[in-house]
T-cell receptor
């Protein structure tokens, strides 16, 4: 089955610790995205990547970092500089071809601070 | 710039009632438009989409028509079920593969 996988489902972070959220897709999509969702709120874009080895900051990139070394993978690191990381993190991907613009989402990772 | 505005929730309806969730957008050009649904603790799922003016997207009894003249893409369903209770997001695809989402509308359907 084609799709997007995110792991882990739940992640706990201690103060001052960096943690990395995994996102993998087998849809052969060029573009990948990370969003943050706070309780009862909409989506806020953290980073996005249109192609391998390239990525752009979204609206709330501070305290986060990403890499895009492979087409199918787009891991997100939540650094210790992110002072309020507790949220639901969603990874997504999309194709660019006309008629295939739909963005597909993974199941999400819930990050909690200990 | 690009933006999406959708009606505030929560919307509470009785089963079999008619549903409308309003969505308007601001964009350069004619973007593709989407409705997504999110169930508790899950990611977003595509509900329907429309890629050009006057297109009607439909799925599972939900419909939305791309209205260029009013820059709107309102979601409708003739008879809601308890299982439709979820959060609904309107979205558009702008340039450079960037997507813009509304703030979400929570729908509660009571039996």
């Amino acid at each position: 089955d084609g799709g997007i996988t995110q792991s882990p489902k739940y992640l706990f972070r201690k103060e001052g610790q960096n943690v990395t959220l995994s996102c993998e897709q087998n849809l052969n999509h060029d573009a990948m995205y990370w969003y943050r969702q706070d309780p009862g709120q909409g989506l806020r874009l953290i980073y996005y990547s249109q192609i391998v080895n390239d990525f752009q900051k979204g609206d709330i990139a501070e305290g986060y970092s990403v890499s895009r070394e492979k087409k199918e993978s787009f891991p997100l690191t939540v650094t210790s500089a992110q002072k309020n990381p507790t949220a639901f993190y969603l990874c997504a991907s999309s194709a660019e071809a006309v008629g295939q613009e739909t963005q597909y989402f993974g199941p999400g990772t819930r990050l909690l601070v200990l | 710039g690009n933006s999406v505005t959708q009606m505030e929730g929560p919307v509470t309806l009785s089963e079999e009632a008619f549903l409308t969730i309003n969505c308007t957008y601001t964009a350069t050009g004619y973007p593709s438009l989407f409705w997504y649904v999110q169930y508790p603790g899950e990611g977003l799922q595509l509900l329907l989409k429309a890629t050009k003016a006057d297109d009607k997207g439909s799925n599972k009894g939900f419909e939305a028509t791309y209205r260029k003249e009013t820059t709107s893409f309102h979601l409708e369903k003739g008879s809601v079920q308890v299982s439709d209770s979820a959060v609904y997001f309107c979205a558009l695809k702008g340039n450079f593969n960037k997507f813009y989402f509304g703030s979400g509308t929570k729908l509660n359907v009571k039996p």
